[in-house]
């Protein structure tokens, strides 16, 4: 059991019988009023999303979801193929299923596959992933003018915004729970 | 590089916040307004139906220093501020940091339409020093902060910009609710906000107003959708006083909430003080309003997280 105040991005629950993905998540607290979470909530199976505003006390119940082991082997169109790390069987999941975890994919990461009813709607990825940085603006050592983010675009076509010095083909860890950089790699 | 990069970022912030606190506080003295210190760890903080207070030992850390400074006008300190952290258990998010920075000031006379003015002349001040003159960008929003700036009751905000009247949200318990979703993000767009006049049930410390006792003489300032103050004329009967404190404990209660002593000093004290206007300024949302931030992380030097 959940209650509102666990509630965050990427948290899994049951709404009427069936699993929500919270997608954005904002707390808010009107002066001298009480604590609000406000959410978008996205329907795991149908893919649409509802606007709902909970309250401190309200609870959810986890979302029932079978986790299984699997590896990310390759994509081909809006196919993702993955492959159970146990059975060595091979499954497939939709782009639309995949939602923004598609752009922290590799190839051979291991993910845990999300089945509702024997179907697969989604994967839950490590924490932290490593992945290439394809474009971004040059940056010259020492220069600090530009103290703030620059966008840049990573292998999978992901945009976000990373420290200046960070240079084109570098590879930088992010965090799959808010999209976010977090660290450059050394290699 | 520095390993914390996302704090050698916040400097150029971290100077603007300090000039802005630098300026609010010559700006308050040059008012006649003395700055005074009060306690942060108190025996008794006010109880509110939602603001819970951290506890340290056996007494808490102050979620606003409004109990001292109001002891201290009942014992004749005319004009005062102070500019201090303030603590609120379980209060994080964009705009939101358990650990946060409050500037409150209260005057002896005057009412909330004397803090409305004030604190226009504040802010148009910090701005001007800031090189902004006349109009400030935040997030999407331009926000031109010519006098006189938007007042507009808290029913007349509802008639606006909600679905249901206000009566009829606090019969439905819907206040919150809608002025979170409906309401607080059309305030204060193209130029700053005073909502005014809160339903008697919203009045926390504040006077009833006295041709209209269904309302109290509250009102909240908001700038780009956010709140920024929230002011009161104050309410200085005693009696009356300790009854909205046992009606706010009782909700507490209800909601399964810690019960507070009863701060009785303050109480006996309030009996002394003059007819007062005081206000709560949030500094961290003020600062995210002239530097254009779009969260409170960005103009804080450490998060809770980042400990």
Known sequence: MYTASDLRKGLKVTIDNEPYVVTVFEFSKPGKGQA??????KNMITGFTIDRTYREGDTFEHASLEERPMQYLYKE???YYFMDNQTYEQIIINEDALGETKYFLIDNLNVKVLMFRERAIGVELPNFVNLRVVKTEMWVKGDTS???YKPATIETGYELRIPPFVQEGELITIDTRTGEYSTRVKE | MTKNWPLARRKAALRQRARIIQKTRQFLSERGYLEVETPHRIPAPA???HIDSVPSGKWFLHPSPELCMKRMLAAGYEKIFQISRCWRE???GSRHIPEFTLLEWYRKGGDYLSLMEECEELIQTLATDLGMEE?????????SLTSPWERMTVEEAFHRYAKISAKEALQQDLFDEVMVQDIDPRLGIERPTFIYDYPAKRRAMARLKEEDQTVAERFELYLGGLEIANAFSELADAEEQRKVFQLETETRRLLGKAIYPVPERFLTELEEMPPSAGIALGVDRLVMVLLNAKTIDEVVAFTPEEL
């Open chain 1, 36 to 41: 609000l979470y406000r959410t978008k909530l």
């Open chain 1, 77 to 79: 169109g809006d196919h």
């Open chain 1, 146 to 148: 530009k103290a703030d």
């Open chain 2, 47 to 49: 109880p509110e139906s």
């Open chain 2, 90 to 92: 379980r209060e994080r």
């Open chain 2, 135 to 143: 109009k400030i960008t935040y997030q999407e929003h331009n926000i």
